[in-house]
């Protein structure tokens, strides 16, 4: 028992120096290249270790690869197709929001649902919103994919794993299709992004939805409302971490500092989300909230630094009370009373 506790704790470190390897690099160099949406590279490698204690085998990660820009291409004909017509557009994307949460709610699709649920939310909202960025859109989801493709790899190849385990495999965690909460999660995500379409704000089209997202895939750990808020103030302590970074950065800005600084948050964010546990999914999260922030900061995005990291943070707070508030409201109450109760 000793020694299976042992072996978890040493796998645990192996994943969250993967990531935090993968993700520090990644950001440093996507800064480095100019790259308009620098975190988003880091925020796929993060989400492909974090699945799984072994790189992907290649046929599996073309299929994400593919499942990813195959909804980016089709999020991109969708937003220059329906764009100015708002009742269908909303129609055919609530719908593909709809099959994500219903994948979710199954425990099936990995990591996989989450970057479709992102490139679903990006690709639309920056589409309408910024018009000199739609044409890239595609090319930036491209990057992004391939990087964060490479980053796992590499992080796999200066941290393997270890050929001979004595740790069976983490079970998949099956559950029945819950239609009725993937229901509920679709209109308050879709609320959201309807939110932030009227609002004319990139920083606010990039943080609120992505965080909304974040939140209800994490939501099923919650037991109870003291769980649910810990879990608002956890995901609230990525966007202070941010914040904190960027001051630290202020004081000198270039590259190493950069590389160092994302280092040590995802080292301490990132060990958490690699563990075998239901706390896991919260802290991953965290780092979430901390790389939209944090990568908004440094990005050359246009809009992006007319605001403070304290009106940041209150988009994010506000995002996480306003998913809670209405999956409080509209979760079914049969099926969910053991999930979350108020």
């Not at 506790?5 to 993968?22: H, I, N, P, S, T």
């Not at 491209?142 to 796992?152: E, H, K, N, P, R």
């Not at 919650?222 to 960027?246: E, H, K, P, Q, T």
């Amino acid at each position: 028992m000793s020694a299976d506790r042992d072996l978890f704790v040493e796998e645990q470190k192996r994943k969250g120096l993967r990531v935090a390897f993968a993700v520090s690099i990644g950001f440093t160099f996507a800064v480095y290249a100019g790259a308009i949406v620098p975190f988003l590279g880091p925020l796929f490698a993060a989400q492909f270790l974090l699945g799984s204690s072994r790189p992907m085998p290649l046929a599996k990660t073309i299929g994400a690869a593919m499942v990813v820009l195959i909804a980016g291409t089709a999020m991109m004909v969708l937003t220059n197709v329906l764009g100015d017509r708002p009742a269908p557009f909303l129609l055919i994307l609530g719908l593909t929001y709809f099959v994500c949460f219903a994948a979710q709610s199954t425990g099936k699709g990995g990591a996989a649902v989450f970057l479709v649920l992102v490139v679903s939310i990006i690709v639309p909202l920056l589409g309408i919103l910024n018009r000199e960025l739609a044409n890239s859109i595609l090319s930036i989801l491209v990057v992004a994919v391939l990087s964060g493709t490479v980053l796992m790899w590499l992080a796999h190849a200066v941290f393997p794993e270890p050929f001979s385990r004595n740790v069976e495999a983490t079970p998949t965690d099956e559950r029945p299709l819950a239609l009725g909460r993937a229901l509920a999660n679709t209109v308050i995500l879709l609320g959201s992004v309807v939110i932030c379409l009227t609002s004319d704000n990139l920083t606010v089209a990039v943080v609120i939805p992505i965080t909304v997202a974040s939140l209800l895939g994490q939501l099923d750990v919650a037991a109870s409302a003291r769980a649910a808020i810990g879990l608002v103030l956890v995901n609230l302590f990525g966007g202070v971490l941010a914040s904190v970074a960027y001051a630290a950065l202020s004081l000198r800005p270039n590259l190493f500092s950069i590389f160092v600084i994302v280092l040590v948050v995802v080292l301490l964010i990132g060990g958490r989300a690699a563990a075998r546990s239901k706390d896991a999914p919260v802290f991953a999260g965290a780092l979430t909230t901390f790389l939209i922030l944090f990568g908004l900061g440094v990005s050359p995005l246009p809009g992006s630094a007319a605001e403070s990291f304290a009106t940041r943070i209150v988009y994010v707070a506000a995002a996480l009370i306003y998913a809670l508030l209405f999956a409080v409201i509209l979760w079914p109450r049969a099926a969910e009373t053991k999930r979350i109760s108020v």
